[in-house]
Structures are given as structure tokens and as C-alpha cells.
């Protein structure tokens, strides 16, 4: 579902994705673990379009992500680190023009409503403005989005960063829900936790480079930890 | 629903909750308002100063030919005038006509240049041409005015107009980089192309749409409604105008949020391109146009003018004397009358060719004056296409009727009519005979054939179109290859 082949990102001399090979097959969660810098978020902004790849191609579905945009961003959903939604707009009035944005339908309100919920949002919380809104509430707008979507992709960068551990609990238990129902998923993330309990696979990175690519059921979580210091130590 | 139709509506709500940016528009209009009263009333006293001065001259002329019957009849005593006065042969040489300019219904959205403008001469065929040149010039009824500038419609609408439009629209996608909507935005399936266009479309729907139906019918109702059905066009065409004026400062704003910069760098940037467009531009081509042909200034016209009169005051007696010589049987002999001691015919005839004389020897240096004018509005007019803010301000003009063209075609008139008048009345002066009292029905009356402005502004509206394409056809280029989610 998201494919990465030769992916490369430059700026000027500087090289802030070498060659990447990446397959994420439907119902796969692929948690990418670096240190800040290390190209997790340009290979999420090469799938989204926000860059241009200096080489290679980044393909969702298939379709080749640089030459079709819109087609590709049609297919998956992206939830940043930090939410930002209009402040002057209630959560529910943000939900209808990302929903209508992208399905190109106007839901009803009684179903953004019943998304909203399913997605956590506090109730009551719908109808009030997001400038008073925590940042869980709006990651959870954020989730509604992406579930109005119905995406087969997910992008995540670094979702539960700043969230407390219910709010991280209830993303997780949402995220197997999602590949449970094949929804393809690439989630960027500091936290060795979260990936090993959320990922199928597990890729980290350093300096732009892809070291180490492990499945999740054949490492525990100390085993994880170790690995990562090892590959941040070479 | 499109996507174009979802950014559209989506753009309404928020600019709804944006209450600055209301508190702006709000100003705006009540500095229209004031503007379009401002501009009615000055409007509205131009045209009764014509009018007192039409019916000045109309009593005068009805008191002057009931005198002429009581002098026909020899009833001088009535008049309490002398007794030479019945062979006065400078009657012919009495009579007034006003050349009046026509006010055009817009008018009053152009004070600062009306002021400016000549729109009333008074005609005497005896006047030498150079009391005609001095109403010519100019009419200044409130010299503070001049000093200060006034606050009218042309100056609104040609550098405020975009200023309000750029406060609007100087941080379209900058904003939602900084507040981080535009990443969440521009991962849904929206080209960068739809969402601009949908953001510039809500702006010149909700705001400069109203703004260019609200201005003319303000406009219309500040002096009579009843305008509108006279003068439509007049009325339709400042609508496009400031639609497609207003569109131009709107697609600059796109293209400056396109080429991916901070709202802080957007705002200098505009401001930037305001100052040099609105500001630098026409200055620079002021002083171009003074440099290269530089006219003599207004007060030093009138000295010089002056200096000719007497010059040829004091050489009257002079004249006279020539003339006499040179055309002896034009010279009415003198009265053996006691009575009539006072040489009437010899003193009209002499005011005649002073006056003559005082043309020709002015008469090179209005020409020079008004070449050298012409010349410079001419550059001026040419030099419009430099700025979108200058060719619309030029249609503006036009439409208002204060274009240099047409205040040409006015001088043009007046003089032409002076011509006419003298040549029905001079050769009775010159042959020493009298006016009757039939003679002054029978002068012409001044008219003006207007100058058709239809070209004039047909190629403002181009000029303004292609400025428009261009920020249009940039942006479309920028938008093709723009990721301005990452900068």
C-alpha cells in the first residue's frame, strides 16, 4: 500500500534521506524510531507531497505520489505531531470542511457527530470552539478526520508525543483498530513503547539512513531498547 | 460539494470570526461615506457657481439690449447716461458670454482634480485672449483645499482601495503555514491551485464585489438616484473598474503568499509594491514629465501676461495714430457736438487695438505655455501604463469628466467661440458703427462638442486587464511547481 523505492531527499549538499526501499502492506503498522533529524519526518512529508523527492519514488496504492497528488492524498490520511485546527471554529465545524475537503461529500452533522465520538472527543466538546480545546481533544479532531476519510493509509508523525497515558492507550487501541481493518499505517515516534506495542515492523533510522528494520514479534521490549542505543551509539 | 465550493464556504465562516479585519472595512466605508458627501457638496457648488454666472451674464445681456431700444430711441436721459453716449461704437464690444463646462454625473468622486480643472470662462469680444487664458488655466475656489488635498472618491479608491483589499489577503496561505492548518489542509486531495483560488475568490465575492455595486450607488443617491438610469454606463463601467482594479491587488497577494514567504516578509512585500505602484511610480513620472517639459509655472504666466498688457497700453495712442494712417476711411470723424466732447469712437477703436495688439503679443507665450502643458499630459498620458493604480486613476478621471482631453476640448470651445463672437462684432467696431438692438440675438452661444472619452477608457480597461493577467499568469506558473507547506 506505501512504497518507498530509491527514495532520496537532498538540500543542497546535504542529504536528508539517503535511498529508501519501503514496503508497508495493508493492515501493517510500521513505526520509524530516530533521533530528531534522522529523516523520519521528510520519507512522511515525501508521501504527502510536501516535498519533492530528489530521487527515486514514493508510490501509495500504486500511483506514484510526486506525478499524482491528488490522487494519492485521496487514499490516506495524515495526523502531524501537533493538530492545529482553526481556533475561531468549533471541532465540529472543523470536521465538516476537512471531511468535505476530503471525500468531496457534505456529511451530515448526526454522522460528524457519531465520528467525533468514536473518535473520543468528550461530549459537548463538538460544539465548542478548538482555541479551548487540549491538545489530546485535538488530536482526537485530528483522528476524526482521518476516520471520516476512510483512508487505507495512515501517516502518523510522532501522534502521541504530549499526550497523557490514557489519551496514548486509547491511540494505540485506535491504531489496531485501523489495521485491523487494513488500513495501511507509517507512524514516525520517539517511543520505543508505543512502537513496539502498536507496529507490526519497526525501522530505525539515523542520519537519514534506514540501519535496522526488525518485526515487532521477534523483539521484546528491553531487546528494542538495546538495539536502538546500538544504533544510535555507531 | 467541489473543493472549490468547500474552501469557499470554509473561508466565509472564517473570515466572519476575523473581526479586525471588519473594524477595517467598517473604517473604510465611513471614509467613503464622508468622501462621497465631501465630493457631492463640492460638486454641487461648482455647478451653482456656473449657474449664478450663466444667469449674471443672461441679466446683463437682457439689460444691455433693453438699453441699446431706449438709445435707439434717443431716450439717453432714461439711462442717466451722456450724450455721447448714442454713438458709442463700443456697444458692440460689451457683451458677455460664458462658456460653461458640463458637469458629468461622476463628477464629485474627482474634487482634487475638478478643483483643478477650468470649467467656466467669461467671453467678451473686446477682452484680449489672455483674460480668457487666465480662466482657462485654472479654477481654484479654496486655495487650503489645494494646499492640503482633499479627501475624494479617485484618491479612496486608487490607494486605499488595495490597502484594505492586502489587509485582507496579505497572509492567505502564510497564516495557516504559521498556525499549521495548511499541512493538515494540503494533505487532503486540494490542489495549492483550487485553495488559493478559493480563498481570492471569497475575498473579491464577499468584499470587493459589494464594495464596487455599494460605490456607484452611493454615489448615484449622494447627488439623485434618478442619475443612474441617465448615465448606466457611466455607472456599470466604474463597477468593472474597480472590480478589475481591486482583482489585481488581489491576484498580487496570492502571488506574494505563493512564493512561500512569512505573513511578516507578505506585508512588507505588499507594502512594498503598494508604495511603488501608488506612490513612486506616478511621482517619478511627474517629475519625468516636469524635467522634460517643463511649462512656466502658473504665477509667472499671469506676470508675464501682464507685462504685455501694459506694453501695449502704452503704446495705444500710438495704435491709434498707425491705424488712422493706414486706414483712414475706418476713422469716424469727430463730433462738432459740445456735448460729445469725448471721443467715444476714437477711445473704442484704440481698446481695440490694444487688445489686439496685447494678443499678439501674448499669443506666442500662451502657445508655448499650452504646448508645453500639452506636452506634459501627454507623457502623463502615455506614461499611465506604467502603474495599474495610474491607468486607474486615469479612467476615473474620465469618467468623471476631469481628463486632460476633455478640459482641452474646453479651452478649445471657448476660444473657438470668442473667435465667433468677434468675428460677427469687430468689423462694427472697426467700421465705428453701433450695435442695434436685434444684432444680439443674433450672436452665436457657446457650445462644446464632448470628446469622445470611449477610446480613451476602452484602452485604461485593457492596460488594467493585461496588469491584472500578469500577477495571474506568475501565480498559475508558482502554483505548478509550490510546496508551501515545508519552507
Given amino acids: 500500500m506505501l512504497e518507498a523505492r530509491g527514495l532520496t531527499k537532498q538540500y543542497g549538499s546535504q542529504i536528508a534521506l539517503h535511498p529508501l526501499d519501503l514496503t508497508i502492506a495493508p493492515g501493517e503498522v510500521f513505526c520509524l524510531l530516530g533521533a530528531n533529524g534522522a529523516g523520519k519526518t521528510t520519507t512522511i512529508n515525501l508521501f504527502l507531497d510536501f516535498i519533492a523527492p530528489t530521487a527515486g519514488t514514493a508510490l501509495i496504492g500504486g500511483v506514484e505520489v510526486a506525478s499524482n497528488p491528488l490522487a494519492t492524498k485521496a487514499q490516506l490520511a495524515y495526523i502531524p505531531e501537533q493538530v492545529t485546527l482553526y481556533r475561531n471554529l468549533t471541532g465540529l465545524e472543523n470536521l465538516r470542511f476537512f471531511a468535505a475537503l476530503a471525500t468531496g461529500e457534505t456529511l451530515p452533522d448526526s454522522r460528524l457527530l457519531e465520528i467525533l465520538k468514536a473518535a473520543g472527543l468528550p461530549d459537548g466538546a463538538a460544539g465548542k470552539r478548538v482555541g479551548g480545546y487540549s491538545k489530546g481533544m485535538r488530536q482526537k479532531v485530528g483522528i476524526a478526520i482521518a476516520m471520516a476519510k476512510n483512508a487505507r493509509a495512515l501517516l502518523l508523525d510522532e501522534p502521541t508525543s504530549g499526550l497523557d497515558p490514557k489519551a496514548s492507550n486509547e491511540f494505540s487501541a485506535l491504531l489496531t483498530r485501523l489495521s485491523g481493518e487494513g488500513v495501511a499505517i507509517l507512524m514516525a515516534t520517539h517511543d520505543l513503547f508505543r512502537a513496539k506495542e502498536s507496529g507490526t515492523r519497526i525501522g530505525i533510522m539515523r542520519e537519514g539512513r534506514m540501519r535496522h528494520q526488525v518485526a515487532t514479534r521477534d523483539i521484546g521490549h528491553a531487546d528494542l531498547e538495546q538495539l536502538y542505543l546500538e544504533q544510535m551509539r555507531d | ?487
Fill in chain 2, 1 to 487: 460539494m467541489s473543493a472549490l465550493a468547500t474552501v469557499i464556504r470554509h473561508e466565509n465562516r472564517v473570515l466572519s470570526a476575523d473581526r479586525a479585519s471588519w473594524i477595517g472595512l467598517a473604517v473604510f466605508l465611513v471614509i467613503a461615506i464622508y468622501a462621497i458627501a465631501s465630493g457631492a457638496t463640492w460638486m454641487q457648488l461648482r455647478q451653482a457657481e456656473a449657474a449664478t454666472s450663466v444667469q449674471i451674464s443672461q441679466e446683463r445681456s437682457a439689460e444691455f439690449d433693453r438699453n441699446l431700444a431706449v438709445i435707439e430711441a434717443g431716450r439717453l436721459a432714461e439711462l442717466g447716461k451722456p450724450n455721447w453716449y448714442k454713438r458709442w461704437s463700443g456697444a458692440p464690444t460689451t457683451p458677455d458670454s460664458r462658456a460653461v463646462l458640463p458637469s458629468r454625473p461622476l463628477l464629485l468622486i474627482a474634487s482634487n482634480a475638478g478643483e483643478l480643472q477650468p470649467h467656466l470662462a467669461t467671453m467678451r469680444p473686446a477682452s484680449s485672449r489672455h483674460s480668457l487664458l487666465d480662466d482657462l488655466k485654472a479654477s481654484t475656489q479654496n486655495p487650503v483645499t489645494l494646499a492640503v488635498g482633499r479627501l475624494d472618491m479617485v484618491f479612496l479608491l486608487t490607494a486605499a482601495l488595495p490597502l484594505l483589499l492586502l489587509a485582507f489577503s496579505f497572509n492567505l496561505l502564510s497564516v495557516e503555514r504559521e498556525q499549521g492548518t495548511l499541512a493538515l489542509v494540503l494533505a487532503q486531495p486540494i490542489a495549492l491551485a483550487t485553495l488559493i483560488t478559493g480563498k481570492l475568490l471569497t475575498r473579491f465575492l464577499r468584499l470587493l464585489l459589494p464594495l464596487a455595486i455599494a460605490v456607484p450607488l452611493l454615489l448615484a443617491l449622494a447627488v439623485d438616484p434618478a442619475q443612474l438610469g441617465r448615465a448606466p454606463l457611466d455607472y456599470l463601467l466604474l463597477a468593472v473598474l474597480i472590480l478589475v482594479y481591486g482583482a489585481f491587488w488581489l491576484l498580487l497577494a496570492g502571488l506574494i503568499n505563493a512564493l512561500g514567504g512569512s505573513s511578516a516578509r507578505n506585508a512588507l512585500s505588499l507594502g512594498g509594491l503598494w508604495l511603488l505602484l501608488v506612490l513612486v511610480v506616478p511621482s517619478l513620472l511627474n517629475i519625468a514629465a516636469a524635467a522634460l517639459h517643463p511649462p512656466p509655472d502658473r504665477a509667472g504666466l499671469t506676470n508675464e501676461l501682464r507685462a504685455r498688457l501694459v506694453e501695449a497700453r502704452n503704446g495705444g495712442d500710438q495704435l491709434y495714430q498707425d491705424h488712422a494712417l493706414e486706414h483712414p476711411d475706418t476713422v469716424v470723424a469727430e463730433s462738432t457736438d459740445p456735448a460729445e466732447a469725448f471721443d467715444s469712437a476714437k477711445a473704442t477703436l484704440t481698446t481695440w487695438l490694444v487688445r489686439e495688439r496685447t494678443d499678439a503679443l501674448v499669443a506666442p507665450i500662451a502657445e508655448r505655455f499650452e504646448q508645453d502643458l500639452a506636452a506634459q499630459q501627454d507623457l502623463a498620458e502615455s506614461g499611465r501604463f506604467l502603474s495599474p493604480a495610474l491607468l486607474f486613476q486615469a479612467a476615473l478621471n474620465r469618467l468623471a469628466g476631469v481628463d486632460a482631453a476633455r478640459s482641452r476640448a474646453f479651452s478649445a470651445a471657448a476660444k473657438a467661440h470668442l473667435d465667433a463672437l468677434r468675428a460677427q462684432l469687430i468689423p462694427k467696431v472697426l467700421a465705428g458703427q453701433i450695435l442695434r438692438a436685434g444684432d444680439y440675438g443674433g450672436l452665436p452661444r457657446f457650445e462644446m462638442v464632448e470628446p469622445s472619452a470611449a477610446g480613451p477608457l476602452g484602452l485604461d480597461l485593457l492596460g488594467l486587464l493585461l496588469a491584472v493577467l500578469l500577477p495571474a499568469v506568475l501565480l498559475m506558473a508558482r502554483l505548478r511547481s509550490a510546496r508551501p507547506v515545508i519552507r
